[in-house]
């Protein structure tokens, strides 16, 4: 799996560091998302897909 973020596109939420803080993290400043990990394991597997799925600007991608 691979994960990307799209800086440009995210509406600074939070949604994705509730959902998979050990994945995400928010810039302090603006709140735009952190990418900590871009190939996470296997047990954080569902964690980035659901942070992908709860992200309201989509702007989460997973390569599987």
Do not use: W
């Not at 799209?6 to 735009?32: K, L, T, Y």
């Amino acid at each position: 799996m691979k994960v990307t973020v799209d800086q440009d596109a995210c509406a600074s939420s939070g949604n994705c560091v509730m959902r998979a803080p050990e994945i995400f993290d928010q810039r302090d400043d603006d709140g735009v998302v952190v990418l900590l990990n871009n190939h996470p394991s296997a047990e954080q597997a569902d964690d980035a897909r659901g942070a992908a799925a709860v992200c309201p600007a989509q702007a989460i991608h997973i390569e599987e």
